[in-house]
T-cell receptor, first 116, second 113 residues
Framework: DTEVTQTPKHLVMGMTNKKSLKCEQH?????MYWYKQKAKKPPELMFV???????INESVPSRFSPECPNSSLLNLHLHALQPEDSALYLC???????????????FGAGTRLSVL | GDSVTQMEGPVTLSEEAFLTINCTYT??????LFWYVQYPGEGLQLLLK?????DKGSNKGFEATYRKETTSFHLEKGSVQVSDSAVYFC????????????FGIGTKLQVIP
């Protein structure tokens, strides 16, 4: 099983709302990732968690707040977003954290976020 | 820094045609190389991988060979189907150190009946 599950699939929110994206994997992977993908562009890395600790933050604005409650779950808390934050948000996981050779990332189907 | 260059597309082919999507890379050391596929409205799926020079990755009729001498990892398929219509990303993962993946721009493939 190489499944990464993301909920919800679609989310519409206003600029004053607070919402959360959820990601779950049961493969025993030690690293989890958040990516942002705009239309017709490749994914851009936002955050990496290794062993449930934040290891990489790609200078993401503070209106995006990641959380890793346990080794299987990854959340992305959203607050005061802007319309330009509308995108597909992808979660991924890998067996080993960044630094291990040939590390394959497995992606979820994504949450399509629209900010009005 | 690391970079991946792939043809932008879109690539439009008739069913059963031969497919080549070019990918070249720039990186130090011995990176691992991947092809991911993204179907409309979905996340990315790993299509195939190669972790060292001369490795050939293959899956679902797709193949790619890791060519260190030409720093390339071109994707090929002998006979495409309408269901292959998707966006294909060439991806590099540097070995050791900070292993941020580097994505190519993505090539949209449209297969017409």
């Amino acid at each position: 099983d190489t499944e990464v599950t993301q909920t919800p699939k679609h989310l519409v929110m206003g600029m004053t709302n607070k919402k959360s994206l959820k990601c779950e994997q049961h493969m025993g992977h030690r690293a989890m990732y958040w990516y942002k993908q705009k239309a017709k562009k490749p994914p851009e890395l936002m955050f990496v968690y290794s062993y449930e600790k934040l290891s990489i933050n790609e200078s993401v604005p503070s209106r995006f707040s990641p959380e890793c409650p346990n080794s299987s779950l990854l959340n992305l808390h959203l607050h005061a977003l802007q319309p330009e934050d509308s995108a597909l948000y992808l979660c991924a996981s890998s067996q080993e954290p960044p630094g291990a050779g040939g590390n394959i990332q497995y992606f979820g189907a994504g949450t399509r976020l629209s900010v009005l | 820094g690391d970079s991946v260059t792939q043809m932008e597309g879109p690539v439009t082919l008739s069913e059963e045609a031969f497919l080549t999507i070019n990918c070249t890379y720039t990186a130090t050391g011995y990176p691992s190389l991947f092809w991911y596929v993204q179907y409309p409205g979905e996340g990315l799926q790993l299509l195939l991988k190669a972790t060292k020079a001369d490795d050939k990755g293959s899956n679902k009729g797709f193949e790619a060979t890791y060519r260190k001498e030409t720093t390339s990892f071109h994707l090929e398929k002998g006979s495409v189907q309408v269901s292959d219509s998707a966006v294909y990303f060439c991806v590099l993962l540097r070995d050791g150190g900070y292993q941020k993946v580097t994505f190519g721009i993505g090539t949209k493939l449209q297969v017409i009946p």
